[in-house]
């Protein structure tokens, strides 16, 4: 392995997560992550900050909310549960506000 090349000032994960109706852990995120994720992405993108804030769809975060979907927030470590697209905007503020400042674009 060797270090990557291009790293995000912060990343958004959006678990996109979905589940089989009979699984116990039954979770939202599959049904809600999807168009909490383009959301945040088109709102990341319209402020031109794509190349340096990633918005990315993951697997099970191990939150597995019944509504709503889980979200994680890198470098914070911050996770919320039962977020839908009404969160997206604070969301996205909070990905903007808590990037640390490597002297990059
Ligand atoms: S399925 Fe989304 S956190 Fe587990």
Redesign the pocket.
């Known amino acids: 392995m060797r270090p990557a090349r291009v790293l995000p000032q912060a990343q958004l994960f959006v678990?996109t997560?979905s589940?089989a109706a009979s699984d116990p852990?039954t979770?939202g995120?599959?049904a809600t992550?999807p168009a909490v994720f383009d959301a945040a992405r088109a709102l990341v993108n319209a402020q031109g900050r794509l190349r340096t804030h990633w918005v990315t769809r993951t697997?099970?975060?191990?939150?597995?909310?019944r509504t709503g979907?889980?979200v994680a927030l890198w470098p914070s470590g911050e996770q919320w549960?039962e977020a839908d697209t009404n969160d997206v905007a604070a969301m996205v503020a909070r990905l903007c506000l808590t990037a640390p400042n490597r002297g990059e674009p």
Do not use: D, K
Request: glycine share 22%.
């Open positions: 678990c997560n589940r852990l979770s995120c599959g992550g697997g099970c975060l191990g939150q597995c909310p979907c889980a549960i």
